[in-house]
């Protein structure tokens, strides 16, 4: 007879919130390489730009008690003009992908911090594959482009969707399933 283990023993804690500390912006820029420059190859060396000076990186932090917390998701955001808002290089970790509430929670995060921070409108570069997340998260498409050598969508956000989110370094705890193992 086979049994499941109950789905409550595979949930996994994870906080997203601002990257407050040097850890977490160090792991936010290595997941950024790691996605970017080494699996995507769109970058030699580093993705790093003038964007980065002035931005604000978000984080999806794990919460693993055998491994100590890690950095699994990032994005960052930035005001170029007064109430007009950019997010971008949101990335996931190979390995946390398959929770598929992370890059959805980061970019509620990011949204919800601009809109408490006054924006008026909130754009993103969006790689081809995900633009039907970013649709489901109530983004429409403004135009396709090419950035980096990849078809991409330049998207709006519908800022009604996003609740203002006044404190971002605080962020909040979510709670999302692991993989169900069965056990004999």
């Not at 789905?7 to 820029?29: D, K, N, V």
């Not at 964007?51 to 978000?58: E, T, Y």
């Not at 999806?60 to 699994?72: L, M, Y």
Request: proline letters at 7%.
């Amino acid at each position: 007879m086979t049994h499941l283990t109950p789905q409550s023993e595979f949930l996994q804690s994870y906080r997203i919130c601002a990257a407050a500390e040097p850890w977490m912006q160090a792991g936010a820029a290595a997941l950024r390489e790691r996605v970017f420059v080494q699996e995507q190859g769109l970058f030699a060396g580093h993705d790093r730009d003038a964007i980065d000076d002035m931005a604000l990186p978000l984080v999806a932090i794990a919460e693993d008690a055998a491994g100590g917390p890690r950095v699994a998701g990032t994005v960052r955001i930035h005001e170029p003009t007064p109430g007009i808002w950019w997010g971008s290089r949101l990335a996931v970790a190979p390995e946390w992908r398959r929770v598929g509430k992370l890059g959805s929670e980061l970019i509620r995060l990011a949204v919800g911090t601009a809109r408490a921070r006054g924006a008026v409108e909130f754009h993103a570069l969006v790689q081809e594959q995900n633009v039907v997340l970013f649709r489901r998260l109530h983004w429409a498409v403004e135009a396709k482009v090419d950035l980096h050598g990849r078809p991409h969508a330049h998207m709006l956000a519908s800022l009604a969707h996003y609740a203002p989110i006044k404190d971002p370094v605080a962020g909040w705890q979510l709670k999302a399933p692991g993989p169900v193992e069965r056990t004999p």
